[in-house]
Every structure is written in structure tokens, then in C-alpha cells.
């Protein structure tokens, strides 16, 4: 019987050490982050294709109070820790931690991702101009992965909505 790793949801100073470590070891950390509020097949190809890139992927997840800022008040359906543990529960997902603020940029500058990844819905010249700025200042590669059409989270719950009225 083969023994399962429990889920790395780290703090962000453990995500820190975490990458130190990985440096220490030569592998290339790849780097994502998003609601992921409730997981679909759309962010299950994404999430793989991008673990495909690297070594190791490690997902930053928006705070419950930053969902709520971004997407409305009645958002987020899972809460900051599940939605994390989740992430962290799927085998091509290293580790995950929580962010608390809008945007990762100094998230990024602290970690200093080989490798950044944002769905299809992006481009570079979308992607928030803060944390551009930190992903060239370290030098990550940053990459679109295709974005997976018919599975959105938004999409998920008006159909809920719609079925239950």
C-alpha cells in the first residue's frame, strides 16, 4: 500500500522556506494563483498543464476578503482554507498558501517563481501591471496556458441558480 502526502497548505513564511528549499535542490518552482472557488474541469487541465512546466507547482489562493472585493459579496462559496486544502489535495499541486492582499506582487518578489502561469482568459499585456513588474524584476518566465471553453465557475453557478428557481 502506497503512502499518500498529506496537503502542504502553508502559511506564506513556510511557502518561503518551501522555495529556499526547492532552490537548494535545483527544481523549478512554477508559480499560479486564482479563487479557485469551486474546482472544475477547466482548472484541473489548467493546473496540470501548468505543473507540466516545472518541477513543482505551488498555487497562491485569494483570501476569502479579497474574493469578496473582487467578485461580490456573495462570493466566495468555500471558504480561504478549503478552497486551499482542495488545491493542495490534487497530486499535480505541490503546495498552496493563502494571500491576503488584491494583487501578488510581493508575493512573487519574495518567492521568485521560475515559472508563472495564468489561464487563457489573460495575456501578459492583461495581467495585473503590479505583478508584471514583479514577475520581470525576477526574472520568471511567464506563460498562458489555454483556456479550457465551457467551464467557468461563474457559469457553474448561474446554472445552479437557474436550476434551483
Not at 5 to 14: G, K, R
Request: hydrophobic fraction near 50%; charged fraction near 20%.
Amino acid at each position: 500500500m502506497s503512502s499518500v502526502p498529506a496537503p502542504q497548505v502553508l502559511d506564506l513564511a513556510a511557502a518561503l522556506a518551501w522555495r529556499e528549499a526547492a532552490l537548494a535542490q535545483g527544481r523549478r518552482v512554477v508559480l499560479t494563483n486564482g479563487v479557485f472557488d469551486l474546482l472544475h474541469r477547466g482548472h484541473i487541465e489548467y493546473l496540470h498543464r501548468s505543473a507540466a512546466l516545472g518541477d513543482l507547482l505551488l498555487v497562491a489562493v485569494n483570501s476569502d476578503a479579497s474574493v469578496r472585493a473582487l467578485k461580490g459579496p456573495s462570493r466566495p462559496l468555500n471558504t480561504e482554507a478549503d478552497r486551499a486544502y482542495a488545491l493542495a489535495s490534487l497530486r499535480c499541486v505541490a503546495a498552496s498558501f493563502v494571500f491576503a492582499g488584491p494583487r501578488l506582487a510581493a508575493e512573487i518578489r519574495a518567492l521568485r517563481p521560475d515559472i508563472y502561469t495564468k489561464a487563457g482568459d489573460y495575456t501578459v499585456e492583461t495581467l495585473d501591471a503590479s505583478e508584471r513588474e514583479a514577475l520581470l524584476a525576477v526574472g520568471a518566465d511567464i506563460r498562458i496556458m489555454p483556456f479550457v471553453a465551457g467551464h467557468s465557475t461563474t457559469a457553474l453557478i448561474a446554472k445552479g441558480a437557474s436550476a434551483a428557481g
